[in-house]
């Protein structure tokens, strides 16, 4: 079985400041990504950015960044210099090759503050 | 510029109802995959399938079937919908994994079903 787990339900961030959104996983797979994607109030998945297991270098895109920390199972998301824009749900996803299964947690909604 | 499209954005079916959700992909992606979104409870998987009349279970697959005829087609079937149904569906396909390509889940717009 595979889990993910997202334990801050909402979190809230001033415009230009620094955020962290927390997730661990489970998995027995040794092959796997993990993924953050961002939801907006249209509803449609957007990925923010991926993280290939076997890599040892931290994911970057622009202004998010990732803390992976395989051998505790924990995915971070960084996001610096917030933007209104990044208002959304947030939502970590565990993708094991051997099952072609992908995995959601239960999502952290950002909120944006002037 | 890959596409995932779900059928209907909007849904309204009676209690008792056999309900078809229609997901067609373009990019001859391998993995297909049917989540159900409510409040609190993040997407939940229901089924997917790794190629053509394969399917597997996900976490939540009872009261669901689907059908894979087509790699590009992906439907999911309540057999008979019941009000603790009505949810956001939404879809969404991959490559398989291979190490050093990248892949992601591309996603449709959801469907928004209400069973009364």
């Known amino acids: 079985a595979q889990t993910v787990t997202q334990s801050q339900p909402e979190m809230s961030v001033q415009e230009a400041e620094t955020v962290t959104l927390s997730c661990t996983y489970d998995?027995?797979?040794?092959?796997?990504?993990l993924f953050w994607y961002k939801q907006p109030p249209s509803r449609q998945m957007i990925l923010v950015i991926r993280?290939?297991?076997?890599?040892?270098q931290n994911a970057t895109e622009n202004r998010f960044s990732v803390n992976f920390q395989k051998a505790a199972k924990s995915f971070s998301l960084k996001i610096s210099d917030s933007q209104l824009g990044d208002a959304a749900m947030y939502f970590c996803?565990?993708?094991?090759?051997?099952?072609?299964?992908?995995?959601f947690g239960t999502g952290t909604r950002l909120q944006v503050t002037l | 510029d890959v596409k995932v499209t779900q059928s209907s954005r909007y849904l309204v079916k009676r209690t008792g109802e056999k309900v078809f959700l229609e997901c067609v992909q373009d990019?001859?992606?391998?993995?297909m995959f049917w989540y159900r979104q409510d409040p609190g409870l993040g997407l939940r998987l229901i089924y997917f399938?790794?190629?053509?009349?394969?399917?597997e279970k996900g976490d939540i697959p009872e009261g669901y079937s689907v059908s894979r005829e087509k790699k590009e087609r992906f439907s999911l079937i309540l057999e008979s919908a019941s009000t603790n149904q009505t949810s956001m569906y939404l879809c969404?396909?991959?490559?398989?994994?291979?190490?050093?390509?990248?892949?992601?889940?591309?996603f449709g717009q959801g469907t928004r079903l209400t069973v009364v």
């Open positions: 969404a396909s991959s490559l398989m994994m291979v190490r050093h390509l990248n892949t992601e889940a591309f």
């Open positions: 998995t027995s797979e040794s092959d796997y990504y």
């Open positions: 993280q290939e297991a076997y890599k040892q």
């Open positions: 996803a565990l993708y094991t090759g051997t099952a072609s299964k992908l995995t």
């Open positions: 990019m001859d992606h391998e993995n």
């Open positions: 399938s790794y190629d053509v009349k394969m399917k």
